[in-house]
């Protein structure tokens, strides 16, 4: 379970999103350090964002908009 979003790292917009887009995320743990007493973590996770327009196929994610580096608490 993911408990907060302890800080940004990075959170590059790489292309617009428009009224009416779908996002999609694609998140990866980069790393993950344990807490004392084996009661949680600490993840640095990276989340690529993708938009797709109602005209967009289906069997693509679409465009990526944003590229977002960032540090949670985990239980």
Do not use: K
């Not at 993840?43 to 938009?51: D, I």
């Amino acid at each position: 379970n993911l408990a907060t979003v302890l800080g940004w790292r990075s959170c590059d917009h790489t292309a617009p999103v428009y009224e009416g887009d779908t996002l999609f995320s694609d998140l990866s743990v980069e790393a993950a350090t344990e807490l004392p007493g084996g009661r949680g973590g600490v993840l640095s996770l990276r989340s690529v964002v993708y938009a797709a327009d109602a005209a967009a196929d289906a069997d693509g994610p679409g465009r990526e908009v944003l590229h977002w580096r960032f540090t949670a608490l985990h239980f």
